[in-house]
Protein backbone atom coordinates (compact mmCIF):
# COMPACT_ATOMS: atom_id res chain seq x y z
CA UNK A 1 0.00 0.00 0.00
CA UNK A 2 1.87 3.70 -0.89
CA UNK A 3 1.05 6.54 1.45
CA UNK A 4 -1.14 9.58 0.10
CA UNK A 5 2.45 11.28 -0.40
CA UNK A 6 4.05 8.65 -2.01
CA UNK A 7 1.16 8.76 -4.52
CA UNK A 8 1.24 12.58 -5.18
CA UNK A 9 4.72 12.32 -5.77
CA UNK A 10 4.21 9.39 -8.70
CA UNK A 11 1.34 11.91 -9.96
CA UNK A 12 -1.24 9.66 -8.96
CA UNK A 13 -4.73 11.44 -7.37
CA UNK A 14 -6.47 8.68 -5.30
CA UNK A 15 -9.66 8.42 -3.90
CA UNK A 16 -8.90 9.78 -0.80
CA UNK A 17 -7.64 13.16 -2.67
CA UNK A 18 -10.70 13.34 -5.00
CA UNK A 19 -12.83 13.23 -2.13
CA UNK A 20 -11.36 15.67 0.06
CA UNK A 21 -11.13 17.78 -3.21
CA UNK A 22 -14.96 17.53 -4.24
CA UNK A 23 -15.18 19.55 -1.01
CA UNK A 24 -12.69 22.60 -1.69
CA UNK A 25 -11.97 25.26 -4.17
CA UNK A 26 -9.30 23.32 -5.77
CA UNK A 27 -9.18 20.64 -8.38
CA UNK A 28 -7.83 17.35 -7.76
CA UNK A 29 -4.43 17.45 -9.41
CA UNK A 30 -3.86 21.11 -7.17
CA UNK A 31 -4.47 19.20 -3.95
CA UNK A 32 -2.27 16.50 -5.47
CA UNK A 33 0.47 18.65 -6.23
CA UNK A 34 0.27 20.21 -3.05
CA UNK A 35 0.46 17.10 -1.25
CA UNK A 36 3.61 16.06 -3.44
CA UNK A 37 5.00 19.35 -1.93
CA UNK A 38 4.26 18.26 1.60
CA UNK A 39 2.47 21.45 1.86
CA UNK A 40 -0.90 19.92 2.46
CA UNK A 41 -2.02 16.71 3.70
CA UNK A 42 -5.16 14.15 3.70
CA UNK A 43 -4.99 11.97 6.85
CA UNK A 44 -7.25 8.73 5.71
CA UNK A 45 -6.12 5.43 7.44
CA UNK A 46 -7.64 3.00 5.29
CA UNK A 47 -8.67 0.75 8.50
CA UNK A 48 -10.51 3.95 9.51
CA UNK A 49 -13.95 3.17 7.01
CA UNK A 50 -16.16 5.51 8.18
CA UNK A 51 -13.93 8.23 7.86
CA UNK A 52 -14.42 10.92 5.00
CA UNK A 53 -11.22 12.25 3.97
CA UNK A 54 -10.75 15.65 4.50
CA UNK A 55 -7.54 18.10 3.14
CA UNK A 56 -5.26 20.44 5.13
CA UNK A 57 -3.33 22.90 3.57
CA UNK A 58 -3.36 26.49 2.60
CA UNK A 59 -4.81 25.46 -0.46
CA UNK A 60 -7.72 24.90 0.74
CA UNK A 61 -10.25 26.09 3.46
CA UNK A 62 -9.43 26.24 7.07
CA UNK A 63 -10.24 22.71 8.99
CA UNK A 64 -11.32 22.89 12.42
CA UNK A 65 -10.23 20.36 14.86
CA UNK A 66 -12.44 19.58 18.20
CA UNK A 67 -10.45 17.93 21.34
CA UNK A 68 -12.53 15.07 23.41
CA UNK A 69 -12.07 12.35 25.74
CA UNK A 70 -12.46 11.49 29.25
CA UNK A 71 -9.98 12.27 31.67
CA UNK A 72 -9.01 9.79 35.11
CA UNK A 73 -11.98 11.59 36.43
CA UNK A 74 -14.64 12.74 34.40
CA UNK A 75 -16.97 11.50 31.84
CA UNK A 76 -17.58 8.16 30.10
CA UNK A 77 -18.16 6.20 26.83
CA UNK A 78 -21.81 7.60 26.31
CA UNK A 79 -20.39 10.95 26.94
CA UNK A 80 -17.73 11.11 24.89
CA UNK A 81 -20.30 9.24 21.69
CA UNK A 82 -22.49 11.87 22.93
CA UNK A 83 -19.24 14.41 22.28
CA UNK A 84 -18.46 13.61 19.21
CA UNK A 85 -22.30 13.60 17.44
CA UNK A 86 -22.26 17.43 18.89
CA UNK A 87 -18.56 18.21 17.47
CA UNK A 88 -19.49 16.38 13.84
CA UNK A 89 -22.83 18.40 13.83
CA UNK A 90 -21.56 21.54 14.11
CA UNK A 91 -19.23 21.15 11.33
CA UNK A 92 -16.16 20.21 13.04
CA UNK A 93 -13.89 18.51 10.21
CA UNK A 94 -11.31 16.21 12.63
CA UNK A 95 -12.12 15.29 16.28
CA UNK A 96 -9.00 14.44 18.62
CA UNK A 97 -9.39 11.50 21.49
CA UNK A 98 -7.36 12.62 24.09
CA UNK A 99 -8.97 10.15 26.70
CA UNK A 100 -7.13 9.10 29.45
CA UNK A 101 -7.25 5.89 32.44
CA UNK A 102 -8.95 3.10 32.70
CA UNK A 103 -11.38 2.32 29.30
CA UNK A 104 -9.53 4.83 26.60
CA UNK A 105 -8.76 2.12 24.24
CA UNK A 106 -12.71 0.67 24.30
CA UNK A 107 -13.38 4.81 24.04
CA UNK A 108 -11.18 5.25 21.06
CA UNK A 109 -12.36 1.86 18.54
CA UNK A 110 -15.75 3.24 19.80
CA UNK A 111 -15.20 6.87 18.22
CA UNK A 112 -13.49 5.02 15.51
CA UNK A 113 -16.51 2.86 14.79
CA UNK A 114 -18.90 5.87 14.98
CA UNK A 115 -17.10 9.13 13.41
CA UNK A 116 -17.20 10.17 9.97
CA UNK A 117 -14.54 12.91 10.54
CA UNK A 118 -10.70 11.91 10.54
CA UNK A 119 -9.96 11.00 14.58
CA UNK A 120 -6.51 11.75 16.02
CA UNK A 121 -4.74 10.16 18.93
CA UNK A 122 -1.48 10.91 21.72
CA UNK A 123 -0.31 7.56 21.83
CA UNK A 124 1.93 8.62 25.10
CA UNK A 125 -1.46 8.98 27.21
CA UNK A 126 -2.55 5.17 26.50
CA UNK A 127 0.79 4.32 27.23
CA UNK A 128 1.62 6.02 30.04
CA UNK A 129 -1.75 4.68 31.22
CA UNK A 130 -0.35 0.96 30.95
CA UNK A 131 2.40 1.86 32.53
CA UNK A 132 0.16 2.86 35.50
CA UNK A 133 1.18 6.87 35.19
CA UNK A 134 4.61 5.96 36.37
CA UNK A 135 7.68 6.67 33.91
CA UNK A 136 10.10 4.12 35.18
CA UNK A 137 7.44 1.69 33.97
CA UNK A 138 7.30 3.81 30.34
CA UNK A 139 9.29 1.77 28.28
CA UNK A 140 10.34 2.97 24.52
CA UNK A 141 9.04 -0.43 23.54
CA UNK A 142 5.69 0.21 25.11
CA UNK A 143 4.66 3.69 23.93
CA UNK A 144 6.09 1.67 20.00
CA UNK A 145 3.65 -0.96 20.60
CA UNK A 146 0.46 1.38 21.44
CA UNK A 147 1.68 3.80 18.22
CA UNK A 148 1.38 0.10 16.46
CA UNK A 149 -2.10 -1.15 17.70
CA UNK A 150 -3.72 2.54 16.98
CA UNK A 151 -2.53 2.79 13.55
CA UNK A 152 -3.91 -0.72 12.70
CA UNK A 153 -7.05 -0.01 14.60
CA UNK A 154 -7.63 3.06 11.96
CA UNK A 155 -6.33 6.19 13.82
CA UNK A 156 -5.69 8.74 10.75
CA UNK A 157 -3.40 11.31 12.63
CA UNK A 158 -1.07 10.85 15.83
CA UNK A 159 0.42 13.49 17.85
CA UNK A 160 3.91 12.98 18.59
CA UNK A 161 5.81 15.02 20.77
CA UNK A 162 9.59 13.68 19.45
CA UNK A 163 10.70 17.14 19.32
CA UNK A 164 10.88 18.27 22.39
CA UNK A 165 14.42 17.04 23.79
CA UNK A 166 16.67 17.10 27.46
CA UNK A 167 18.67 20.26 26.21
CA UNK A 168 15.26 21.55 25.60
CA UNK A 169 13.86 21.03 29.26
CA UNK A 170 16.11 23.26 31.38
CA UNK A 171 14.75 26.40 29.13
CA UNK A 172 10.93 25.03 29.65
CA UNK A 173 11.70 25.04 33.64
CA UNK A 174 12.95 28.70 33.70
CA UNK A 175 9.69 29.95 32.48
CA UNK A 176 6.99 31.60 34.57
CA UNK A 177 4.54 28.67 33.61
CA UNK A 178 6.91 26.08 32.78
CA UNK A 179 5.82 22.75 30.66
CA UNK A 180 1.96 22.86 30.08
CA UNK A 181 1.30 20.46 27.71
CA UNK A 182 0.67 17.09 28.86
CA UNK A 183 2.41 15.16 26.89
CA UNK A 184 5.23 17.10 27.05
CA UNK A 185 5.70 16.95 30.84
CA UNK A 186 5.39 13.22 31.01
CA UNK A 187 8.38 12.90 28.75
CA UNK A 188 10.17 15.96 30.25
CA UNK A 189 10.04 13.62 33.29
CA UNK A 190 10.74 10.71 31.26
CA UNK A 191 13.84 11.76 30.14
CA UNK A 192 14.81 13.23 33.59
CA UNK A 193 14.14 9.82 35.25
CA UNK A 194 15.90 7.70 32.89
CA UNK A 195 18.83 10.07 31.91
CA UNK A 196 18.02 9.63 28.40
CA UNK A 197 16.75 11.08 25.34
CA UNK A 198 12.99 11.34 24.34
CA UNK A 199 12.15 7.88 23.10
CA UNK A 200 10.29 8.86 20.25
CA UNK A 201 13.72 11.07 18.72
CA UNK A 202 15.74 8.00 19.45
CA UNK A 203 12.95 5.71 17.50
CA UNK A 204 11.91 7.82 15.22
CA UNK A 205 13.05 5.36 12.19
CA UNK A 206 10.68 3.05 13.88
CA UNK A 207 7.49 5.37 14.14
CA UNK A 208 8.11 6.05 10.66
CA UNK A 209 7.62 2.38 9.64
CA UNK A 210 4.30 2.23 11.35
CA UNK A 211 3.59 5.45 10.29
CA UNK A 212 4.17 4.53 6.57
CA UNK A 213 2.97 0.95 6.51
CA UNK A 214 -0.50 2.25 7.74
CA UNK A 215 -0.29 5.92 6.11
CA UNK A 216 -1.19 7.50 9.49
CA UNK A 217 -0.24 11.31 9.25
CA UNK A 218 2.24 12.58 12.06
CA UNK A 219 0.76 15.56 13.75
CA UNK A 220 3.98 17.24 15.40
CA UNK A 221 3.38 17.95 18.70
CA UNK A 222 4.45 21.14 20.72
CA UNK A 223 5.55 19.55 23.94
CA UNK A 224 6.66 23.23 24.70
CA UNK A 225 4.11 25.38 23.68
CA UNK A 226 3.59 28.70 26.19
CA UNK A 227 1.10 28.22 28.47
CA UNK A 228 0.71 31.93 28.69
CA UNK A 229 2.19 35.28 27.20
CA UNK A 230 4.92 35.80 29.24
CA UNK A 231 6.31 32.52 27.97
CA UNK A 232 5.37 32.90 23.93
CA UNK A 233 8.19 33.16 21.72
CA UNK A 234 10.78 32.07 24.38
CA UNK A 235 14.24 29.95 23.51
CA UNK A 236 12.38 26.59 24.43
CA UNK A 237 9.52 26.97 22.09
CA UNK A 238 11.87 28.10 19.07
CA UNK A 239 14.31 25.73 20.15
CA UNK A 240 11.73 22.64 19.63
CA UNK A 241 10.59 24.43 16.28
CA UNK A 242 13.60 23.67 14.95
CA UNK A 243 13.98 20.05 15.80
CA UNK A 244 10.97 19.75 13.63
CA UNK A 245 12.09 21.31 11.27
CA UNK A 246 14.28 18.35 10.83
CA UNK A 247 11.38 15.73 11.93
CA UNK A 248 9.32 16.84 8.58
CA UNK A 249 12.43 17.04 6.43
CA UNK A 250 12.82 12.83 7.61
CA UNK A 251 9.11 12.21 7.51
CA UNK A 252 8.55 13.45 4.33
CA UNK A 253 11.77 11.20 3.23
CA UNK A 254 10.10 8.26 4.33
CA UNK A 255 6.36 8.77 2.19
CA UNK A 256 4.82 10.04 5.84
CA UNK A 257 2.44 13.00 5.70
CA UNK A 258 3.24 15.64 8.71
CA UNK A 259 1.77 18.71 10.16
CA UNK A 260 3.05 20.84 12.86
CA UNK A 261 1.40 21.82 16.10
CA UNK A 262 1.97 25.57 16.88
CA UNK A 263 1.11 27.53 20.09
CA UNK A 264 -0.39 27.97 22.96
CA UNK A 265 -0.59 31.70 24.52
CA UNK A 266 0.60 34.38 22.15
CA UNK A 267 0.10 37.94 22.34
CA UNK A 268 -1.58 39.32 18.94
CA UNK A 269 1.29 41.05 17.61
CA UNK A 270 3.68 38.33 17.59
CA UNK A 271 1.25 35.57 16.07
CA UNK A 272 2.15 36.73 12.13
CA UNK A 273 5.95 36.58 13.24
CA UNK A 274 5.03 33.16 14.72
CA UNK A 275 3.23 31.89 11.47
CA UNK A 276 5.97 32.85 9.18
CA UNK A 277 9.08 31.13 11.19
CA UNK A 278 6.97 28.18 11.48
CA UNK A 279 6.52 27.87 7.71
CA UNK A 280 10.01 29.17 6.98
CA UNK A 281 11.99 26.50 9.46
CA UNK A 282 9.41 23.17 8.61
CA UNK A 283 9.39 24.53 4.40
CA UNK A 284 5.13 25.06 4.48
CA UNK A 285 4.13 21.93 6.23
CA UNK A 286 0.73 22.26 7.56
CA UNK A 287 0.60 24.34 10.49
CA UNK A 288 -2.24 23.23 13.12
CA UNK A 289 -2.26 25.29 16.17
CA UNK A 290 -4.26 25.83 19.36
CA UNK A 291 -5.84 28.95 19.33
CA UNK A 292 -3.59 30.93 20.20
CA UNK A 293 -4.89 32.57 23.32
CA UNK A 294 -4.42 36.46 23.03
CA UNK A 295 -5.10 37.12 26.46
CA UNK A 296 -4.69 35.11 29.90
CA UNK A 297 -7.52 36.89 31.80
CA UNK A 298 -10.80 35.72 30.52
CA UNK A 299 -11.88 31.82 31.77
CA UNK A 300 -14.79 31.19 30.98
CA UNK A 301 -14.75 32.78 27.83
CA UNK A 302 -11.28 31.63 26.27
CA UNK A 303 -13.47 29.90 23.10
CA UNK A 304 -13.19 34.09 22.27
CA UNK A 305 -10.10 35.09 23.46
CA UNK A 306 -8.59 31.80 21.71
CA UNK A 307 -10.74 32.51 18.47
CA UNK A 308 -9.44 36.62 18.20
CA UNK A 309 -5.78 34.68 17.52
CA UNK A 310 -7.14 32.03 15.50
CA UNK A 311 -8.40 34.34 12.59
CA UNK A 312 -5.26 35.91 12.53
CA UNK A 313 -3.26 32.57 12.87
CA UNK A 314 -5.38 31.37 10.50
CA UNK A 315 -4.75 34.32 7.79
CA UNK A 316 -0.86 34.34 8.29
CA UNK A 317 -0.20 30.56 7.79
CA UNK A 318 -2.17 28.02 9.91
CA UNK A 319 -4.22 25.54 7.88
CA UNK A 320 -6.27 23.36 11.07
CA UNK A 321 -7.24 25.35 14.19
CA UNK A 322 -7.77 23.56 17.16
CA UNK A 323 -10.43 24.36 18.93
CA UNK A 324 -10.55 26.15 22.61
CA UNK A 325 -13.69 25.43 24.62
CA UNK A 326 -15.13 27.73 27.41
CA UNK A 327 -14.34 25.31 29.71
CA UNK A 328 -10.46 25.79 29.10
CA UNK A 329 -8.45 26.24 31.99
CA UNK A 330 -11.52 25.00 33.87
CA UNK A 331 -12.23 21.72 33.74
CA UNK A 332 -12.91 19.28 31.06
CA UNK A 333 -15.52 20.35 28.39
CA UNK A 334 -19.31 19.16 28.83
CA UNK A 335 -20.98 17.99 24.77
CA UNK A 336 -22.68 22.09 25.22
CA UNK A 337 -18.88 23.26 25.27
CA UNK A 338 -18.03 21.54 22.99
CA UNK A 339 -20.87 23.07 20.58
CA UNK A 340 -19.73 26.11 21.24
CA UNK A 341 -15.88 25.82 20.69
CA UNK A 342 -16.36 24.26 17.31
CA UNK A 343 -19.24 27.40 16.40
CA UNK A 344 -17.09 29.69 17.21
CA UNK A 345 -13.87 28.65 15.57
CA UNK A 346 -15.93 27.98 12.45
CA UNK A 347 -16.56 31.78 12.33
CA UNK A 348 -11.98 32.12 13.02
CA UNK A 349 -12.12 29.75 10.47
CA UNK A 350 -13.88 31.18 7.62
CA UNK A 351 -13.23 34.74 8.63
CA UNK A 352 -10.11 34.32 8.16
CA UNK A 353 -10.55 32.74 4.79
CA UNK A 354 -12.27 35.64 3.07
CA UNK A 355 -9.62 37.96 4.07
CA UNK A 356 -7.31 35.74 2.80
CA UNK A 357 -9.26 35.50 -0.47
CA UNK A 358 -9.98 31.86 -0.34
CA UNK A 359 -11.93 31.30 -4.11
CA UNK A 360 -15.56 31.21 -3.27
CA UNK A 361 -15.14 31.87 0.50
CA UNK A 362 -17.11 34.99 0.69
CA UNK A 363 -19.98 33.65 -1.20
CA UNK A 364 -22.45 32.94 1.25
CA UNK A 365 -21.63 36.00 2.99
CA UNK A 366 -22.94 37.92 -0.02
CA UNK A 367 -25.45 35.33 -0.23
CA UNK A 368 -26.94 36.37 3.68
CA UNK A 369 -26.60 40.13 2.51
CA UNK A 370 -29.29 39.37 -0.13
CA UNK A 371 -31.44 37.36 2.67
CA UNK A 372 -31.23 40.19 4.74
CA UNK A 373 -32.21 42.93 2.22
CA UNK A 374 -35.40 40.83 1.42
CA UNK A 375 -36.00 39.68 5.10
CA UNK A 376 -35.96 36.09 4.04
CA UNK A 377 -35.67 34.49 7.21
CA UNK A 378 -35.44 31.68 6.39
CA UNK A 379 -32.77 31.18 3.53
CA UNK A 380 -30.90 33.60 6.73
CA UNK A 381 -31.27 30.79 8.58
CA UNK A 382 -30.10 27.84 6.46
CA UNK A 383 -27.13 30.10 5.24
CA UNK A 384 -25.93 31.00 9.04
CA UNK A 385 -23.30 29.30 10.67
CA UNK A 386 -25.51 27.71 13.15
CA UNK A 387 -28.76 28.13 12.05
CA UNK A 388 -30.43 26.49 14.97
CA UNK A 389 -29.43 28.91 17.67
CA UNK A 390 -30.28 31.60 14.56
CA UNK A 391 -33.75 30.98 14.51
CA UNK A 392 -34.45 30.59 18.62
CA UNK A 393 -33.17 33.63 18.86
CA UNK A 394 -34.92 35.64 16.06
CA UNK A 395 -38.09 33.60 17.30
CA UNK A 396 -37.66 34.48 20.83
CA UNK A 397 -37.34 38.32 20.18
CA UNK A 398 -40.32 39.21 17.91
CA UNK A 399 -42.50 36.21 19.67
CA UNK A 400 -45.39 39.38 19.91
CA UNK A 401 -44.80 40.94 16.61
CA UNK A 402 -46.95 40.04 13.50
CA UNK A 403 -44.91 41.37 11.08
CA UNK A 404 -42.30 39.70 8.36
CA UNK A 405 -40.92 42.78 7.09
CA UNK A 406 -38.44 44.08 10.09
CA UNK A 407 -36.80 42.40 13.58
CA UNK A 408 -37.65 43.77 16.72
CA UNK A 409 -34.13 45.83 16.93
CA UNK A 410 -34.91 48.45 15.47
CA UNK A 411 -39.51 48.21 15.32
CA UNK A 412 -40.95 48.85 12.17
CA UNK A 413 -41.17 52.57 12.12
CA UNK A 414 -36.97 52.52 12.76
CA UNK A 415 -36.07 49.57 10.43
CA UNK A 416 -33.45 51.33 8.09
CA UNK A 417 -33.41 48.09 5.55
CA UNK A 418 -37.72 48.94 5.33
CA UNK A 419 -36.67 52.37 5.04
CA UNK A 420 -34.12 51.96 2.56
CA UNK A 421 -36.69 49.78 0.80
CA UNK A 422 -39.33 52.54 0.17
CA UNK A 423 -36.46 54.65 -0.83
CA UNK A 424 -36.02 52.43 -3.60
CA UNK A 425 -39.29 52.52 -4.68
CA UNK A 426 -39.44 55.97 -5.03
CA UNK A 427 -36.25 56.20 -6.99
CA UNK A 428 -34.35 59.47 -7.81
CA UNK A 429 -35.91 62.54 -7.22
Given at each position: MSTQLEAARAGRVTPAMRAAAAREPVTPEALRDAVARGHAVVPA?????????????????????ANIGRSTESSSLDEELEKLGMAVEAGADFVMDLSVGPGAAAIRRALLEH??????????????????????????????????????EGVDFMTLHAGLLSRHIDLALQRRMGIVSRGGA??????????????????????????????VTVSLGD??????????????????????????????????QIMVEG?????????????????RVCDGA???????VVCDIAPGYDHITSCIGATAAAFHGAALLCYVTPAEHLGLPCPGDVRDGVVAYRIAAHAADVARGLPGARDADDAMADARAAFDWERQFALAIDGK?????YEHARRAA?????????????????????????GAP
Open positions: NPAHRAAQPVAVGRVVRTKINSPAPLGTVPLYEAFSHAGGRVDALTPDLLLEVIRVQAEILAQWMRHHGAENPLYTAWDAVMTICREHDGLRPGCLADAGDAAQFAELDVAGELVRQCRARDVPGHVPFDQIQAHMEREQPFYVLGPTARTRGVADHCSMCGREFCAVRISHALQQQ
